[in-house]
T-cell receptor, first 115, second 115 residues
């Protein structure tokens, strides 16, 4: 079974631009979560999408948004980029079972550099 | 809120040495606990997990036991190899269905294994 895939793998943008990152979950997984990883702040939860609806949200400004499509693929958008948005953005997928004991599987990440 | 505390790194060991990476947590309810590993330039790989007290997760010679009384989930391996050099993250997710997909991570511990 194929793992979580993320595109693009690397991206360079300039301040003020916007960017869209894409994530395809493991087949059959309906939940997609996004995380930001930086040397200073570590791994931080951005948001989770399930059945095309945002279910949970971390403590990030409104410039960070996302969506999920009917095939469970998800996109994350960051508008008006700032230098501090330079990070590795990780996507994770899970089944989101009713029992609540989830295991998340991560993709390779998209490394964003903002100049 | 939830939090995870890991020992500071880097941890430098000789090949075949015994490894312990300490992890303690603070959480409400009954979280699930995880160890993820990140190799240079890659995303996170699930190493092992435990979903209830006294469970032992194990994989590739690594083990960790969910200790509710000490709120700990220490990672151990009896004999490390150079190929184990990576950053190790301890993480928890809340037990209830609504937020089970939101992981809280520790800061990560870098392991360097030398010949």
């Amino acid at each position: 079974k194929a793992g979580v895939t993320q595109t693009p793998r690397y991206l360079i943008k300039t301040r003020g631009q916007q960017v869209t990152l894409s994530c395809s979950p493991i087949s059959g997984h309906r939940s997609v979560s996004w995380y930001q990883q930086t040397p200073g702040q570590g791994l931080q939860f951005l948001f989770e999408y399930f059945s095309e609806t945002q279910r949970n949200k971390g403590n990030f400004p409104g410039r960070f948004s996302g969506r999920q499509f009917s095939n469970s693929r998800s996109e994350m958008n960051v508008s008006t980029l700032e230098l501090g948005d330079s990070a590795l953005y990780l996507c994770a997928s899970s089944l989101r079972l009713s029992g609540g004991q989830e295991t998340q599987y991560f993709g390779p990440g998209t490394r964003l550099l903002v100049l | 809120g939830n939090s995870v505390t890991q020992m500071e790194g880097p941890v430098t060991l000789s090949e075949e040495a015994f490894l312990t990476i300490n992890c303690t947590y603070t959480a409400t309810g009954y979280p699930s606990l995880f160890w993820y590993v990140q190799y240079p330039g890659e995303g996170l790989q699930l190493l092992l997990k435990a979903t209830k007290a006294d469970d032992k997760g194990s994989n590739k010679g690594f083990e960790a036991t969910y200790r509710k009384e000490t709120t700990s989930f220490h990672l151990e391996k009896g004999s490390v190899q150079v190929s184990d050099s990576a950053v190790y993250f301890c993480a928890l997710s809340e037990g209830n269905t609504g937020t089970a997909s939101k992981l809280t991570f520790g800061t990560g511990t870098r392991l360097q294994v030398t010949l």
